[in-house]
């Protein structure tokens, strides 16, 4: 299992345009073979701020994914909104109560 966060700024005044984005493809995403769990979240002090919290059967689902022409679509008209470059993190789960 693999789990990615990704922290996204985007430029003022863009913010519904992403959320419309995400909006539309949310449901091929998690379609995607190998997505298990897809959440998105904006940040309470700074509107402009989201994440996506994504969990991954394993690595190799990740790459396809990132290799494939629907992440390539969707990532061009997203990065097109940033404010500053995505920071990325893959991470274990160490511990859920």
């Known amino acids: 299992m693999i789990i990615r966060i990704v922290k996204m700024q985007f430029t003022l005044g863009l913010e519904n345009e992403f959320q419309v984005l995400f909006k539309a493809n949310k449901e091929k995403i998690r379609r995607f073979p190998g997505v298990e769990k897809l959440e998105l ?36 008209q997203t990065r097109s909104l940033f404010a500053e470059k995505a920071q990325a993190w893959s991470v274990d789960q160490l511990a859920s109560l």
Do not use: A, H, P
């Open 41 to 76: 979240y904006r940040d309470k002090n700074d509107g402009t701020v989201f994440f996506t919290y994504s969990v991954w059967k394993d690595s190799q689902s990740l790459d396809r994914y990132r290799r494939s022409e629907l992440f390539k679509s969707i990532w061009l």
